[in-house]
């Protein structure tokens, strides 16, 4: 057997934050290097690091209320809530909407 069999090029491309395989269309690729391709879900956590970096970086009342909002979504995800019934399918709906 010959020929670049490698991992990257099997049925569909992955995200290369959680590994996922996903539909061309589903990913978002970085402008310099477009080889790397991250699902939505990935990018939204990544836009959520880069802001709490930024917050960091240049504290404001915005990013305060940003970090609250990041201690209550860290706080639901380690109870679980997030995955119960109809409460979870609520706080995940509630969290698209958020910053
Ligand atoms: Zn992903």
Redesign the pocket.
């Known amino acids: 057997m010959t020929a670049g069999a490698g991992p990257e090029r099997a049925s569909s491309p992955a995200?290369w934050?959680?590994?996922?395989e996903f539909e061309e269309a589903e990913l978002v690729r970085l402008g310099a290097h477009p080889e790397v391709g991250?699902?939505r879900?990935?990018a939204v956590w990544a836009k959520r690091r880069a802001a709490v970096r930024r917050h960091e970086q240049h504290p404001s009342l915005p990013g305060h209320l940003r970090s609250g909002l990041d201690t209550i979504r860290s706080a639901v995800i380690a109870r679980g809530w997030h995955e119960r019934g109809a409460l979870g399918m609520f706080l995940r709906r509630v969290d698209r909407w958020l910053p």
């Not at 934050?17 to 996922?20: K, P």
């Open positions: 995200c934050c959680c590994g996922g991250i699902c879900d990935c």
